[in-house]
């Protein structure tokens, strides 16, 4: 993926790779994307795809071969389309990175489990052993610079979540 594309040192003897950046693309229909909110083609033929699957396929991309190798092309391939297929459902690769960093955000699969053993110390403990589960899930956030972060319902629901577990804390 290209857009907002820079270098970062990796610390790895001087070797430098791209960094992406979450926001680039164009905001108003990244988020109609996120909250389901824009409008619905009428005309044409019935989608193939969906939305889901195409943000699904580049996550397992971008999980098997790093970031660099997701492109429209690439997620194209992995659904047996034509990329141009693709361009119905997403703009562009840069909101194409923004519906993927929202879809690896969710919470688990129960988001209201108790962390820890109800104490603030030991939710803060789980929440960094989950965030860091996270990031060995998908190495390839360590390349998105997410200083303009899209709150999509994946992140917001992750962030609802640390912050009722920290609540108590005062």
Do not use: C, F
Not at 26 to 53: F, Y
Not at 105 to 124: F, I, K
Request: hydrophobic share 40%; proline share 6%; aromatic share 4%.
């Amino acid at each position: 993926m290209t857009s907002g594309k820079g270098s970062a040192d990796t610390g790895t003897g001087g070797a430098r790779t791209g960094t992406e950046t979450s926001g680039s693309g164009d905001i108003v229909r990244t988020l109609e994307l996120l909250w389901d909110a824009g409008p619905r083609p009428s005309r044409g033929p019935k989608p193939g795809l969906t939305l889901d699957r195409i943000v699904e396929a580049a996550v397992q991309v971008a999980d098997a071969e790093g970031l660099e190798a997701v492109s429209m092309r690439r997620v194209a391939t992995e659904l047996g389309t034509g990329a141009m297929s693709l361009y119905r459902y997403v703009p562009g690769k840069a909101e194409l990175l923004d519906l993927m960093l929202d879809r690896v955000q969710r919470p688990g699969a129960d988001p209201h489990a108790a962390l820890g053993d109800g104490t603030w110390r030991s939710a803060l403990e789980a929440l960094a052993r989950e965030t860091l589960a996270l990031y060995r899930r998908h190495p390839w956030l360590l390349q998105v610079n997410q200083s303009r972060p899209i709150l999509g319902p994946g992140a917001l629901d992750g962030m609802e979540r640390v912050m009722a577990h920290i609540k108590p804390m005062g």
